[in-house]
C-alpha cells in the first residue's frame, strides 16, 4: 500500500496551569492522546491582547469554540473547551479561572441538543449563589432532579412560575395536537412531558425535569434569571447542532453569494433533483394531495407537508433540518420553492414520508412533534393522521419497555392479574423514582419482570412486593393512587397458588363397616 501522512491538530488541555492531555482532531478523525486526563482539564485560548477579559466562553470542543469565535468576532473573550464532557472537577477549575483571571461573566455555549442543555444544568448547579445553592441529585435516562435550598423564597417563586408558564403551553399545546383536554392527570404522555416540583423541608425544594431539549431550556433559561450566582451566567445556543455546523453554513453563505452573485441561495442542502421536481397543484398541500395521499396509504404510509421560512440574513436552517429529518427515518418525498412577500424571507416547502410500521416510529413522532414548536415552520398534517403515529408510537414504545409477553398458564384469572400488575408497576415505578424510592422502584421492576414467566407471587417476589408497599404506604401523594390500588388488588389474586400448582386433596379412607367374618375358604 502506498504511505499516506495522516495530520491531526491537537489541542493542549490543561489543569492549573500544566498539560495534562491533547484532544485530537483530523479528517474525519477526532479522539485524545493516550494517557491524556480529561476529567478535570480544559483547552484554553489566549486571553484577548491589550484589555481584560469580559466574559469565559465554554463549549464542549475546541473546534466548536474557535467556530464561535469566528462567528463573534470582536468581543474580549477568554474561550474554553471541555473536550466532550463537563464533571465536577471541570465546574471547579472553570470557576477557579473566573476568580483568578477576575472575569464577571461565563457564557454557556455548549451543543444546541439535550446533552449540551444538560450541560448547562450542571454549569448552573455548580455556579449557585450560597444565597439559593443548587445540585443536581438524579441524572436519570428520562429525567434530571434539581435540588435548591433557598432561605428566601422569592427566586424559587419565580422560578416556578416561569416553570408554570412553561406547562400551561405545553398543555395546551398538547391539547390542540391531540383534540381533548391538556390534563396531566388522565394523560401519562403529558404529564412526562411538565416540569414537576415537590417541597421537601422548610426551605429545600426539588424540580424533576424530562431530559428533553425543551424542558431542560425552559428549566436552565427560568433558573438563570430567577436566582443568584456567583458569577453572572448567560446560555447561548446555536442554530445548528453546534457552532461549527453555524459556521460552516455561514461559510457556505458567503461562498454562495460571491461566486454564483444572483443566483437563488435557498437551494443548498439538497440535491438538484428536488428542485427539478414539477410543482404540484395547490403547492403540495397535503389537504390537496389526494391522489399521492391514497397511493401513499394503499403502501401503509404517511405523508405531511412542512413549510419552513427563514431569514436570508441568517444561518440557514434548511441543512440541519434536512439532516435531522432523513437520521429519525423521515423521507423527503417532495420540494419546492414558495413565494414570499416578505423581504429577504426564504420559504421552503417539503412533503415528508414515512412509513406506519417503521421501527423509528417514536423518534419520527417525537421529531414531528418538536418541529411543530419551532415558529419557522408550519406542519400541516390532517389531525386523525397525527393522533394516529402517536398512539402508534406509544403503543410501539410501550411495547418495547414491556419486553416479552406473558408465558401463559393454567389460570386465565392469574394472566390477567400478571398483565393489571405489570402495567400498575410502571406507573408506580416511575412515581417511585420521582419521590427518591430508586432501590423499591427497582425492585418492584424485578418483580414484574419475573412475573412474565411466573404466574404466582411467591417467596422473595411477594417480600419484595410487600417491602414496596410498605414504603408506599408511607408516601401520602402515593398510597391512594389508582396504579397502587390496582397493584393491590393483583396481588391479592397472585398471592393464591394456580390450579396446577394448589395442593392436591386426596379422599379420607372411610373405615370398614361392621361386617361379620365370612367363612374362610
Known amino acids: ?151 428566601h423564597p422569592a427566586g424559587v417563586q419565580a422560578l416556578s412560575q416561569h416553570l408554570k408558564s412553561y406547562n400551561d403551553q405545553t398543555a395546551r399545546q398538547y391539547a390542540q395536537e391531540n383534540g381533548e383536554p391538556g390534563n396531566p392527570a388522565s394523560s401519562q404522555t403529558l404529564r412526562d412531558e ?67 452573485g444572483g443566483v437563488d441561495d435557498d437551494q443548498y442542502g439538497f440535491g438538484q433533483q428536488h428542485w427539478d421536481n414539477p410543482p404540484i397543484e395547490g403547492r403540495g398541500k397535503i389537504t390537496q394531495l389526494h391522489e399521492a395521499q391514497a397511493q401513499a396509504r394503499s403502501q401503509g404510509e404517511r405523508l405531511l407537508v412542512v413549510e419552513l421560512r427563514e431569514s436570508r440574513d441568517a444561518v440557514a436552517l434548511l441543512p440541519a433540518l434536512r439532516e435531522n429529518i432523513e437520521r429519525v427515518g423521515l423521507t423527503i418525498h417532495h420540494a419546492i420553492k414558495l413565494e414570499s412577500n416578505v423581504p429577504r424571507e426564504i420559504a421552503t416547502e417539503l412533503t415528508l414520508r414515512y412509513r406506519l410500521d417503521s421501527p423509528q416510529l417514536p423518534a419520527i413522532s417525537d421529531a414531528l412533534d418538536a418541529l411543530r414548536q419551532n415558529p419557522q415552520a408550519t406542519v400541516i398534517e390532517p389531525v386523525a393522521d397525527a393522533a394516529e403515529r402517536r398512539q402508534l408510537a406509544i403503543a410501539q414504545e410501550q411495547q418495547r419497555q414491556a419486553g416479552p409477553p406473558l408465558v401463559p398458564s393454567d389460570s386465565p384469572t392469574h394472566d390477567l392479574a400478571r398483565q393489571t400488575f405489570i402495567k400498575a408497576a410502571g406507573q408506580l415505578v416511575h412515581d417511585l423514582r420521582e419521590s427518591a424510592a430508586n432501590l423499591d422502584a427497582a425492585r418492584l421492576q424485578e418483580v414484574s419482570r419475573q412475573l412474565v414467566k411466573k404466574p ?53 379412607p372411610q373405615p370398614p363397616e361392621n361386617r361379620r367374618p365370612g367363612p374362610r375358604i
Open 1 to 151: 500500500m502506498p504511505a499516506r501522512t495522516y495530520v491531526n491538530t491537537a489541542f493542549p488541555a490543561y489543569h492549573e496551569g500544566r498539560v495534562v492531555g491533547l484532544e485530537l482532531k483530523g479528517e474525519g478523525f477526532k479522539g485524545q492522546a493516550p494517557e491524556s486526563q480529561f476529567t478535570r482539564s480544559l483547552w484554553l485560548s489566549k486571553p484577548p491582547e491589550g484589555r481584560p477579559a469580559a466574559v469565559l466562553v465554554v463549549s464542549e470542543s475546541a473546534l466548536d469554540t474557535l467556530s464561535y469565535a469566528q462567528l463573534h468576532p470582536g468581543e474580549s473573550a477568554l474561550y474554553a473547551s471541555t473536550a466532550g464532557t463537563l464533571t465536577q472537577n471541570k465546574i471547579f477549575e472553570l470557576k477557579r479561572l473566573l476568580s483568578e483571571e477576575h472575569i464577571p461573566a461565563v457564557r454557556a455555549a455548549f451543543d444546541n441538543d439535550t446533552q449540551g442543555h444538560h450541560f448547562d444544568t450542571r454549569l448552573l448547579a455548580g455556579l449557585a449563589s450560597e444565597q439559593n445553592p443548587m445540585k443536581v441529585v438524579r441524572e436519570h435516562e428520562h429525567r434530571l432532579t434539581v435540588e435548591i435550598t433557598a432561605a
Open 194 to 260: 411538565l416540569i414537576h416540583s415537590n417541597k421537601l423541608g422548610a426551605h429545600t425544594y426539588q424540580f424533576h425535569v424530562p431530559m428533553s431539549r425543551e424542558a431542560l431550556g425552559a428549566f436552565n433559561q427560568a433558573a438563570s434569571q430567577a436566582l443568584a450566582f456567583e458569577h453572572r451566567v448567560e446560555l447561548v445556543k446555536s442554530q445548528g447542532k453546534d457552532w461549527n455546523q453555524d459556521l460552516k453554513q455561514d461559510q457556505l453563505q458567503r461562498v454562495v453569494l460571491r461566486e454564483l
Open 456 to 508: 404466582e407471587l411467591s417467596g422473595l417476589n411477594r417480600e419484595n412486593v410487600d417491602k414496596v408497599l410498605a414504603v408506599v404506604d408511607k408516601l401520602v401523594n402515593l398510597k391512594d393512587s389508582p396504579a397502587v390500588q390496582q397493584l393491590r388488588q393483583a396481588v391479592q389474586v397472585l398471592g393464591n397458588p394456580t390450579p396446577s400448582t394448589a395442593p392436591k386433596h386426596e379422599a379420607t
